[in-house]
C-alpha cells in the first residue's frame, strides 16, 4: 500500500517542481494541509512553479482539492504553476475539482449581548403572538362544535372513543396511584404537625378541603398536561411534518373538526372523571394514613369529613377540570399545528406544549381561586 | 491487507433472511464487481431493500456470508466494521437527510466523526461535494425540510460521498424525480463512477437508469437471483417476468 503524503521541492535552472508522492486521501489530510499550507509560503519566490503528480499513489476528493487550493494561492501569488503527470483516472476528478467555486460561505452565529437583548423582546413579542393563537384555535373549536352540532352525522364518535381510552381508561392507574400517595402525604405530615397541639382529627378536615379544592384537579390537570397534552402535539406535529393535515384539507376535509375536536372533546370527559377518581383516591389514601399512622378509625374520619366539607368544596373542584382540559387540549393542538419540518421543532413543541399547559393550569386555577372567593363559595 | 484478489467488492453467499415465517430470501448468491454500476431489479415486495440492508447490516440474516471488500462482516470486530463503514456511503430511498442539521452539517456530518480535518477544509470539501451533484454552494444553509425532493437525494447523494467511498448503495435514487431530473441524476451517477472510480450498487425501477446509467443488471426473484448479466442478456432472456419487464409497454417506449 502506499505511504504518507510527501511534497519534495526540486529546484530546476528556470523555477521549482513539486514532486507530490504518496497517498493523498481524507485518512492523511491534516498532514497534507500542513505540508500545502508551507508550499503556499513559496508565492514570489520563484518565476515558475509546476507542480508534479505522477507518483502519487491514490488520489481522492481531499487530495484533490488541496492541489487545487495550492495551484489556486499560487496563481493569486503571481505565479501560474501548471499541473503535470496528471494520470488518466485521476485527471476527470481534478477537473471536476477545477470547477469549485471559492470561498465557501461561513455560518457565523456568534453570541452577542445585543443578539441576546433581541432573543429576549422577540419571546416577549412572541407571548402575544402565543395569546392569539390560543385564542384563534378556540374560536376554532368553538366554530367546528357549533357546524357539528348543526350536523351531528359529522361528528366523529369512533376517534372520540378512542381518544378517550388513550386519555382516560389508560391514565386512571397512574392517576390513581399518584394521588393515593399525595394523599397519604398530606394526611402523615398533616398528622405529625397538628399533634403538638393535640389537633389530630383536624388533618380530616385539611385533606377534604385541600383535595377536593385544589390539590386533586390542579395534580391530575397536570399530570394530564405531561401525559396527554404532550401526546397531542407529537401526534399532529408528526402529522404535519408528514403533510397529513394537508392532504386531509385538499379532501375537503377541516381538521379542526376531524383531528382535533374528537381530541378535545376527549379531554373535556376524560379530566373530571380523573379528577374525581384522584379526588377520592387521595382521600382513601389519607384515611388510610389517618387510621394506620394517626390513629383515627375510619369511623371517625367518616364522621369528621362529612361535618367539614360540603359539596361546596367537591362542585367547585370539579367545575375546574374541564376548563382545564380546554385549555390543556388548545395549547396542546396549536403547538402540534405549529411543528414545522424537523425533528427537532417536533421535540421543542412537544416540550413547550407541557410547559404551557402546566403554566395555564396553573394560572387559571389562581383566577378560579379569586372568583369563588368573591361569589363566597 | 484482507485479500482482496477477486474482482468482486462484495459477495454474498447462500444469504437466507427471514421475518416471522415467512421467507424473503432464500439461499442468495450475487456478487458486485470493482467499479461497476449493478443495477437491482425486481417486483416490488420481491426484497430488493432487504438485501441491500442486509448487506448493510440493518436487517439480521438467517444464514449466509457476506463479504465486502473481502471482509466476512460476521467475522469483523467493531474496529473492522467501522473501517468497513467508512468505505461505503448509502443513499436511503427518502434522503434520511438529518432534518435537525443543515446540509452543510449533513455533509460535514460523517467527515468530522471519522477524520481530524480543520474547519476551513471542511468547509471547502462541502462546497466540493455540493457542486459535485450539481447544486450551487447557497443550498449549505438551508435545512432539509426547507429543500425540493431532488434536492433531498442530491444532498444526500453528497452526504453518502462525503468520505470518499469506494462504495456506494443508491436505494432507489430517481423515484420521486421528475424524467429530467431523473436523467441528470443518471448521468450524474455514471460521471462520479468514472472521477472517483466508484462501485455503485443501485435498487431501481427505472428503465432508462437501467438503460443509460447501468453496467449490468441483477434480477431478483423469489428470494434468488433470477437473472444476472448485461441489458442484452436480460432482453434475450425467456423468464417470464423478465420478459414483461423488459419487453413491456414502458420498455419499448425507452427502447424507442
Known amino acids: ?38 508550499a503556499e509560503k513559496l508565492t514570489g519566490s520563484r518565476p515558475d512553479i509546476s507542480i508534479d503528480v505522477s507518483r502519487v499513489s491514490k488520489l481522492d476528493t481531499f487530495g484533490a482539492w488541496l492541489i487545487e487550493r495550492l495551484r489556486r494561492s499560487l496563481t493569486q501569488g503571481g505565479v501560474e504553476p501548471n499541473i503535470a503527470g496528471l494520470s488518466a483516472n485521476y485527471s476527470s476528478l481534478v477537473d471536476e475539482v477545477r470547477r469549485v467555486k471559492a470561498a465557501p460561505p461561513i455560518d457565523t452565529t456568534a453570541v452577542t449581548i445585543t443578539g441576546m437583548l433581541d432573543q429576549v423582546g422577540r419571546a416577549v413579542v412572541g407571548v402575544g403572538g402565543t395569546m392569539a393563537g390560543l385564542i384563534d384555535m378556540l374560536g376554532a373549536v368553538l366554530a367546528a362544535s357549533g357546524r357539528v352540532l348543526i350536523h351531528p352525522r359529522s361528528f366523529r364518535l369512533t376517534s372520540t372513543v378512542h381518544h378517550l381510552e388513550q386519555v382516560c381508561w389508560r391514565a386512571v392507574p397512574i392517576v390513581v396511584l399518584i394521588t393515593f400517595l399525595i394523599g397519604c402525604i398530606i394526611s402523615q405530615q398533616g398528622i405529625f404537625h397538628f399533634r403538638k397541639f393535640g389537633a389530630d382529627i383536624f388533618v380530616v378536615d385539611m385533606l377534604g378541603v385541600l383535595v377536593l379544592r385544589e390539590i386533586g384537579v390542579l395534580l391530575v390537570a397536570i399530570m394530564v398536561a405531561g401525559r396527554s397534552g404532550s401526546a397531542y402535539t407529537a401526534e399532529l406535529g408528526s402529522m404535519k411534518m408528514r403533510e397529513e393535515i394537508d392532504a386531509l384539507r385538499t379532501m375537503g376535509f377541516d381538521p379542526i373538526e376531524v383531528l382535533i375536536l374528537p381530541r378535545m372533546l376527549a379531554l373535556v370527559i376524560a379530566l373530571p372523571i380523573l379528577a374525581f377518581l384522584g379526588a377520592i383516591a387521595a382521600l382513601y389514601g389519607g384515611g388510610l394514613v389517618a387510621w394506620l399512622y394517626g390513629g383515627v378509625d375510619p369511623e371517625a374520619f367518616l364522621l369528621r369529613l362529612r361535618d367539614a366539607i360540603s359539596i361546596d368544596h367537591f362542585t367547585v373542584g370539579i367545575i375546574k377540570a374541564p376548563v382545564m382540559a380546554a385549555v390543556i387540549g388548545i395549547v396542546a393542538c396549536v403547538e402540534g399545528l405549529a411543528v414545522q419540518g424537523s425533528a427537532e421543532s417536533l421535540g421543542q413543541h412537544t416540550t413547550s406544549s407541557v410547559v404551557k399547559g402546566i403554566f395555564f393550569v396553573i394560572v387559571m386555577d389562581g383566577v378560579f381561586a379569586i372568583f369563588f372567593a368573591s361569589i363566597g363559595m | 491487507m484482507a485479500p482482496e484478489a477477486t474482482n468482486a467488492i462484495i459477495r454474498v453467499r447462500d444469504i437466507a433472511v427471514q421475518f416471522g415465517s415467512t421467507k424473503v430470501l432464500d439461499g442468495l448468491n450475487l456478487d458486485v464487481k470493482r467499479g461497476e454500476i449493478l443495477g437491482f431489479v425486481g417486483p416490488s415486495g420481491a426484497g430488493k431493500s432487504v438485501l441491500t440492508r442486509t448487506i448493510i447490516g440493518l436487517v439480521p440474516k438467517v444464514s449466509g456470508s457476506i463479504e465486502v471488500f473481502g471482509i466476512d462482516l460476521d467475522g469483523a470486530d467493531d474496529a473492522e466494521r467501522r473501517a468497513v463503514e467508512r468505505r461505503w456511503g448509502i443513499l436511503f430511498q427518502q434522503g434520511a437527510l438529518f432534518s435537525s442539521l443543515t446540509v452543510r452539517q449533513n455533509i460535514q456530518f460523517p467527515v468530522r466523526e471519522y477524520l481530524k480535518v480543520s474547519q476551513r477544509l471542511l468547509d471547502e470539501i462541502t462546497v466540493a461535494k455540493l457542486g459535485m451533484v450539481g447544486l450551487r454552494p447557497e443550498v449549505a444553509d438551508r435545512f432539509p425540510a426547507e429543500l425540493s425532493g431532488g434536492m433531498i437525494k442530491r444532498v444526500a447523494l453528497a452526504r453518502a460521498l462525503a468520505l470518499d467511498p469506494e462504495l456506494v448503495f443508491l436505494d432507489e435514487p430517481t423515484s420521486g424525480l421528475d424524467p429530467i431530473g431523473a436523467g441528470d441524476f443518471d448521468e450524474l451517477v455514471r460521471t462520479l463512477q468514472r472521477t472517483l472510480g466508484l462501485t455503485v450498487f443501485m435498487v431501481t425501477h427505472d428503465l432508462d437508469s437501467l438503460y443509460t446509467a447501468c453496467d449490468r443488471i441483477a434480477v431478483l426473484g423469489d428470494g434468488k437471483i433470477i437473472a444476472a448479466g448485461s441489458m442484452a442478456e436480460m432482453q434475450a432472456s425467456q423468464h417470464p417476468w423478465l420478459r414483461a419487464y423488459f419487453h413491456g409497454k414502458r420498455a419499448r417506449a425507452v427502447m424507442g
Open chain 1, 1 to 38: 500500500m502506499s505511504g504518507d503524503p510527501t511534497l519534495e521541492r526540486i529546484s530546476r535552472s528556470n523555477g521549482l517542481a513539486l514532486f507530490a508522492a504518496g497517498s493523498w486521501t481524507a485518512g492523511f489530510a491534516p498532514v497534507l494541509e500542513e505540508i500545502v499550507a508551507d
